[in-house]
């Protein structure tokens, strides 16, 4: 029972960087209907941008680091958006589609070659604090690593229903016409989602790097897959349901792994997704009705 | 000539993989689990020639049995969902596929040497065009003939009933919903043929690598097989085979001087040709398909 629970905790606690990926997959295709496949990708690869600063300051601290990886983020989340979006009509639904997945294959070649394909460390905080109670334990990096996340959490909603930019959005989301009518600059608003939703996916892969404290190249299509059926679960479009699904994802996760062993674990959460697709095609929240 | 003759055969297998997508994107879905039909395929015509003993012929249409009997199972429910969560829903499967072959023993002792699937290791020895004497030209031949055949089908379908119909409901569903086709009977029948194409050059992949593990159809490779029919355009069959030939013998072969320098073009390439030829390297420009 002690490890049961031990699992659990330790899985929603590492759940929380699925809930950030499934919301940066939410947040693009509820703004523009599309999927960008390229996300986790680019989530892992900002993460690999925060370790460049080690490159000019070899003593640079965590924190650091996990601000570099932040700010890379938004960086890649805007190329992103110019090189896949920007320029291909939004009414053909293949293009930009195929173009995400050639920015997926980019971004993990670029990995490839700049590290020869080897995993790098990557740095935590708090990974000598543990927290005991009883048999029960609390690890300290991935209370920080669920902690930031939920901070990047409530700084994205705040985002969105307290400030201008996030009224647009959530206009452009619901009738892009109508909002280009009342003049809201659609390209700059999808634009600008592309950056925030880099922005969050690179302390996810931050995060994502200090808590397993390595970062390999390897990861990038798991966490796409794993984002991706958060998104499904949590219902498409919709942030809550994909920070439930993310912590409901990550804790099963571990619970799969203590009893059936890491080969099998993912192959159980793939059985979830399909639970969820046939008895509740809509997701935990399933989005109101938009447009189309 | 070997060369020349293995790169056929690589040609002739990839374009059986993205035709299998080829017909599924017609009706306007996008499906990630091809890879996993192609898996299935190569290890149901794996095992029958070397466990079982089959011809490879028959061993071949029973891995497009397969692929097709899954792909239908797999269509029903991921069809309830639409568009985008579909993309979702097989991308999933496809890795669950994967994930199953990857945990997958089935062994025979075969006199002192035992055969069959292994896990992580794969499947090794899948010696039938060795053991019968066949030369690099004709199982290039082979595979060709299928090729041939699989395109021919695929043209006639175009130009038939059946291929408007599944072009109306990839172009508008709604339209073609109102003229009174069956929505989910036309998309279910297109990942059933999809599936059996796929499933038929898995087969013939695990008979010409001789071996196979569960990363021969991962992401990547559903990846590719979508690829093909959407960069070479998806007015006809022939965009396809021009895609991959493209891909596989220009971008790969012809540019391995390159380097790893090959592989970030690759991913940049595509994303080059997305945004100057939206509807494919060879498609034709389209209205606006999608409101």
């Known amino acids: ?20 990926i499934g919301i940066g997959f939410t947040l693009v295709f509820g703004v523009m209907h599309k999927l960008n496949l390229s996300y986790a990708a680019a989530s892992i690869g900002a993460a690999y941008s925060g370790l460049l600063i080690l490159k000019v300051f070899a003593a640079a601290p965590a924190w650091a680091v996990f601000l570099s990886a932040f700010v890379g983020g938004g960086v890649i989340g805007y190329l992103v958006y110019l090189t896949c979006f920007h320029f291909i009509p939004l009414s053909n639904p293949l293009a930009p589609l195929m173009s995400t997945v050639g920015m997926f294959l980019l971004i993990d070649e670029v990995i490839v070659h700049a590290t020869n394909g080897m995993p790098q460390n990557y740095p935590a905080m708090f990974d000598d604090v543990m927290i005991r109670a009883g048999g029960y334990t609390l690890r300290g990096d991935l209370l920080l690593v669920f902690g930031l996340s939920v901070l ?3 700084g994205l909603l705040a985002l969105l229903y307290r400030t201008k930019l996030g009224l647009a959005t959530r206009a452009v989301s619901q009738q892009p016409v109508a909002a280009q009518l009342c003049g809201i600059r659609v ?10 939703t880099g922005l969050v996916g690179g302390i996810a892969g931050a995060m994502m790097g200090a808590a397993v404290g390595a970062l390999s190249p390897v990861l990038t299509a798991p966490l796409t897959v794993k984002g991706l059926i958060v998104t499904v679960i949590g219902g498409l479009g919709s942030i809550p349901g994909a920070i439930i699904a993310g912590l409901l994802v990550g804790g099963l996760e571990n619970v799969f792994q203590l009893y059936r062993g890491v080969t099998e674990r993912d192959l159980y959460v793939m059985l979830l997704l399909f639970v969820f697709l046939v008895f509740r095609p809509g997701g935990i929240f399933t989005a109101k009705s938009g447009r189309d | 000539m070997e060369f020349y003759y293995g790169l056929a055969q690589i040609v002739g297998v990839h374009t059986l993989l993205g035709l299998s997508a080829y017909i599924v994107l017609l009706t306007g879905q996008v499906t990630m689990a091809q890879a996993a039909f192609f898996g ?50 097989t991308l999933a499967f496809g890795e669950g596929v994967r994930l199953f072959f990857f945990n997958f023993d089935y062994q025979i002792a075969r006199g002192d040497l035992k055969l069959g699937p292994v896990g992580s290791e794969g499947f090794r020895q899948i010696r039938y065009f060795p053991e019968h004497g066949w030369t690099t030209g004709e199982v290039m031949l082979f595979i060709w003939v299928f090729v041939v055949l699989v395109m021919a089908v695929l043209w006639w379908f175009d130009r038939s009933r059946y291929g408007s119909v599944l072009r109306a409901v990839g172009e ?6 109102s003229v009174g086709i069956n929505l989910t009977a036309v998309k279910v029948s297109a990942m059933t043929i999809g599936g059996a194409i796929a499933g038929l050059g898995g087969g013939i992949f695990a008979h010409y690598t001789t071996h196979i593990e569960h990363s021969n159809f991962n992401v990547l490779v559903a990846t590719f097989a979508i690829a093909y029919p959407i960069v070479g355009g998806l007015s006809n069959v022939f965009g396809t085979l021009a895609a991959v030939i493209f891909v596989q013998a220009f971008l790969i072969e012809g540019l391995r001087d390159l380097g790893d320098w090959r592989n970030l073009l690759f991913g940049a390439l595509i994303v080059l040709a997305m945004n100057l030829r939206p509807h494919g390297l060879f498609g034709k420009r389209r209205g606006s398909s999608h409101a």
């Open chain 2, 40 to 89: 299935i395929g190569a290890y149901v015509a794996g095992m029958l020639t070397v466990l079982a003993g089959w011809h490879i012929v028959p061993a071949l249409g029973a891995s497009a049995v397969m692929g097709s009997a899954t792909a239908c199972a797999v269509g029903f429910p991921a069809l309830r969902v639409k568009g985008l969560m579909l993309v979702v829903a």
């Open chain 1, 1 to 20: 029972m002690l490890d049961f629970l031990q699992a659990v905790s330790d899985g929603m606690l590492f759940g929380a960087t699925y809930a950030l």
């Open chain 2, 172 to 177: 508008d569903e709604l339209a073609a919903q």
């Open chain 1, 187 to 196: 390209a700059r608003v999808n634009a600008m989602t592309f950056v925030v």
């Open chain 1, 152 to 154: 990047c959490m409530i």
